[in-house]
């Protein structure tokens, strides 16, 4: 019993001395690989959209980790490709900021694959301008025996350390943060513990709808689409208001765009209005007026000045 005591007390007092950690970690990779899942996963919240669409995530978005020991700031990033236009190229040079923000750097791979693709190489030439300990993180380890993949990456360039995982199952991702602890530096939490993450109110009501634009919208058409938040007001800060009323624009590059997102009696448009309105009910807690509007903005993804209106620059 004595025993017991001492040895809980000791454990007490070792605990106290543990100084606290806190840092960036940056979760790059080729579109689709599962860095948004990894986010999902390691939050145990849904964070992040998701989706089976490669170039899901449009902005680099500071998700946060809390335990005992430390608070972890990891940053879901677009994924890496060959960019086709000013968007694209706006999505690589996010990532660039991200790394060089972060304490150390998870390279997310799938574990089906059997060669390095050009994606990947840009990947690693992208590490290889930005000095920071790399993990390699083989993901989807439930559907494919992780070994091969291990091999093929882990002579592509020095490893800080190598595991396989799956987002979808959560299979070892506390196993993934603890590795990760180490890199970090030493330090007070940043952010408060209730914050899961960095982004405004109307960014995230935007990642909701485009979330269901991604779910329901064909081929390369969800990536034609921009969406604005034109007004948003919350109970709180109307309480004359019974509802969170959002406006918001679907921006489209051409007018037959805009024919498929309508759809045919205004079909598509009601779905999409009625999900996204469900995942923002559940995400707010507040009852919500989705008003959705589509709008043609010939060639947006090439136009500086309305990237940047759109938080793209
Ligand atoms: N089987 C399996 N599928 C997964 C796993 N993790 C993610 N996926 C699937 O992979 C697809 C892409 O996932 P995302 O998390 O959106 O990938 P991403 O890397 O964030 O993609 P971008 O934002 O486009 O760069 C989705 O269909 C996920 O459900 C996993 O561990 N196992
Ligand atoms: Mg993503």
């Given at each position: 019993m004595e025993k017991t005591t001492t040895d809980a007390s000791a454990a007490e007092s070792g605990k106290a001395q543990e100084k606290a950690r806190c840092g960036v970690v940056a979760l790059v990779g080729?579109?689709?690989?599962g860095k948004s899942s990894l986010v999902n996963a390691l939050l145990k919240s849904r964070v992040a959209i998701v989706s089976p669409?490669?170039?899901?995530?449009r902005n680099a978005i500071r998700c946060i980790y809390n335990d005992d020991r430390a608070q972890i700031i990891f940053t879901d990033t677009p994924g890496i490709h060959i960019p086709k236009n000013k968007l694209g190229q706006f999505l690589t040079d996010s990532v660039f900021d991200a790394l060089e923000a972060s304490a150390v750097v998870c390279w997310l791979v799938e574990a089906a694959d059997r060669k390095v693709g050009p994606e990947d190489r840009e990947v690693l030439t992208v590490l290889a301008e930005v000095a920071r300990p790399v993990v390699l993180v083989v993901n989807k380890c439930d559907e494919h025996d992780p070994a091969r993949a291990l091999d093929l990456y882990g002579d592509t360039r020095p490893f800080a350390s190598r595991i396989a995982i799956s987002a979808r199952r959560g299979r070892n991702v506390a196993e993934l943060i603890d590795l990760l602890l180490p890199f970090l530096p030493e330090?007070?939490?940043?952010?408060?513990?209730?914050?899961?993450?960095?982004?405004t109110e109307r960014f995230l009501a935007a990642e909701i709808i485009r979330g269901q634009l991604l779910t329901l919208l064909r081929d390369e058409v969800p990536h034609c689409v921009a969406v604005e938040i034109d007004e948003y007001k919350s109970p709180e800060e109307y309480?004359?208001?019974?509802k969170l009323y959002i406006r918001a624009s679907l921006i489209v590059e051409t007018a037959g765009q805009k024919g498929i997102l309508i759809g045919e009696r205004g079909v598509m448009l009601g779905r999409i209005g009625r999900a996204a309105r469900v995942e923002l009910e559940r995400t707010t807690g507040h009852p919500v007026y989705l008003d959705l509007w589509v709008r043609v903005s010939p060639g947006w993804r090439q136009s500086n000045l309305v990237l940047r209106r759109l938080g793209y620059s």
């Open positions: 080729r579109p689709n690989v669409k490669p170039q899901t995530t330090g007070e939490p940043w952010y408060d513990p209730d914050i899961l993450m960095d982004g309480p004359d208001r019974k």
